[in-house]
């Protein structure tokens, strides 16, 4: 890292000092991030592997079909390694993320196909609903949407819930240019003290799950830009099981622009 520091100082003489330091560090809080939304996809290719290791015969249909899991959640990968090299770049100036668009199928297929063993393994019950059409589509890019807005919020959501309990994603148009997205759990919830700075990367706010899962505190941090990126807001409201020993969980509430049709 020293040797690194040195290399960005020679080339760039010309700017202040705590300015390179600054770049250095945003590069190297950049790394921490990918390796943080990375780990969502890399779960369901360590599971499918490994379910498939155990098996006898490779060829049947249930392999099958965790080999195309293998398939999709590397594609995921490469996907939210482009983006984040996107926003990097769109942050600097040099380069705007495409606003594609998603519809309320794609996320709930992306969610079941990211979150079903994880669902399983904790006995989680996963309720969706929306209220758009087929033709409604949410005005943000795709990718990172897909792969670090709402599979960050929903592996949260995992992590801090109970066993035998629901999690919600519950979608709303409320006018013909903006929609709702609520991101609901039955979990621990979320002391006052954190959620002030959970959004924050420089505040430390990791914490373990309910399991013992650990984190690393960046992820909310990178769905608030992303969300301010595309001209959306992002709000949570939580009762901690500690206060609210029969009503406790947390809601993250998203507003974002719909595509005109």
Request: no cysteine; hydrophobic share 40%; proline share 2%.
């Amino acid at each position: 890292e020293q040797y690194y520091l040195l290399q960005l100082i020679n080339s760039n003489m010309g700017e202040p000092l705590s300015d390179k330091v600054t770049k250095f560090e945003e590069s190297k809080r950049m790394l921490k991030v990918m390796a943080h939304d990375l780990s969502n996809s890399l779960s369901v290719i360590r599971n499918s592997v490994i379910a498939i290791n155990k098996s006898e015969v490779i060829q049947d249909e249930k392999n099958l079909k965790r080999i195309d899991k293998i398939n999709r959640a590397t594609n995921n990968m490469i996907n939210l390694v482009e983006d984040v090299r996107q926003f990097e770049a769109s942050e600097a100036g040099k380069l705007n993320l495409i606003i594609d668009g998603v519809t309320a199928k794609d996320i709930h297929d992306h969610l079941l196909l990211m979150f079903s063993d994880q669902f399983g393994e904790k006995k989680i019950n996963f309720k969706f609903s929306s209220q758009l059409e087929a033709k409604d589509t949410i005005a943000i890019n795709k990718n990172s949407f897909l792969n670090t807005i709402i599979s960050n919020l929903l592996s949260n959501a995992i992590k801090f819930s109970y066993e035998d309990k629901s999690i919600f994603v519950d979608i709303k148009k409320l006018a013909p240019s903006l929609v709702i997205i609520e991101v609901r759990d039955e979990g621990m919830g979320i002391p006052q003290e954190l959620i002030k700075n959970m959004f924050d990367f420089e505040k430390e706010t990791s914490r373990r799950g309910t399991k013992g899962e650990a984190g690393t505190g960046f992820g909310l941090p990178l769905v608030k830009n992303y969300i301010h990126h595309f001209l959306g807001t992002i709000e949570v409201i939580s009762k901690t099981i500690l206060e609210f020993p029969t009503d406790h969980g947390t809601t993250f509430i998203l507003k974002l622009p719909m595509k005109s049709n």
